[in-house]
């Protein structure tokens, strides 16, 4: 059983481009965190979804920030309009129900 | 609002010298306390969950206890395959896992 699987690794973005992250949860797995990691910074919560449906987004940002969980395939987390101050390591992490969640390895997003 | 501060920022120990990592937490009524471990470049790796004052876990080298205000990770003869970042996060009673608050981290390095 693969772990919670991020894509890609690493992303390099200019000013004003889009990013999209995807997020592929654990077999089984419904339920799907998204964080964000500054250096020197805790882990911070951005949104939590299952399956179709955002459950909380109260950790994210409200304008350029978007994520989903379709039906089928991987959640995204999309930031439109980068700036320098979205680079950071973006996390994602799955669980079968509202127990404690896998953490996935990662995306690491530089905004040149 | 939830806080979580861990201590030192970092530690650097020789190869079988045993020491501690600390966490101070305030919440909103305590539903789990976590520690996790946190190599470079990769996610978090869930090690211990305390619930209640007076809890001990153990795994290997690392004993994590907890009291109404702190918790502490020991970790006794440490080996340089022990060095990582230690995380620390808090669950509050009333809410899911998209409440729970990390802390920034110890740093950990253990020397040859």
């Known amino acids: 059983n693969a772990g919670v699987m991020q894509n890609p690794r690493h992303l390099v973005r200019r000013r004003g481009q889009e990013a999209r992250l995807r997020c592929s949860p654990m077999k089984g797995h419904s339920h799907v965190y998204w964080y964000r990691q500054l250096p020197e910074e805790g882990l911070k919560f951005m949104v939590y979804?299952?399956?179709?449906?955002?459950?909380?987004e109260s950790g994210m940002p409200k304008e350029r920030f978007s994520a989903e969980f379709p039906k089928e395939g991987p959640s995204i987390l999309r930031i439109q309009q980068v700036v320098r101050g979205d680079s950071a390591a973006y996390f994602c992490?799955?669980?079968?129900?509202?127990?404690?969640?896998?953490f996935g390895q990662g995306t690491r997003l530089t905004v040149v | 609002e939830d806080q979580v501060t861990q201590s030192p920022e970092a530690l650097r120990l020789q190869e079988g010298e045993s020491s501690s990592l600390n966490c101070s937490y305030t919440?909103?009524?305590?539903?789990?306390l976590f520690w996790y471990r946190q190599d470079p470049g990769k996610g978090p790796e869930f090690l211990f969950t305390?619930?209640?004052a007076g809890e001990e876990k153990e795994k290997e080298r690392l004993k994590a206890t907890l009291t109404k205000k702190e918790s502490f990770l020991h970790i006794t003869a440490p080996k340089p395959e022990d060095s990582a970042t230690y995380l620390c996060?808090?669950?509050?009673?009333?809410?899911?896992?998209?409440?729970?608050?990390f802390g920034t981290g110890t740093k950990l390095q253990v020397i040859p």
């Open positions: 305390l619930y209640s």
């Open positions: 979804l299952q399956k179709e449906n955002i459950i909380d």
């Open positions: 919440v909103s009524g305590l539903r789990g």
């Open positions: 992490a799955s669980s079968p129900s509202s127990d404690l969640p896998f």
């Open positions: 996060a808090v669950q509050p009673r009333s809410g899911g896992y998209q409440k729970v608050t």
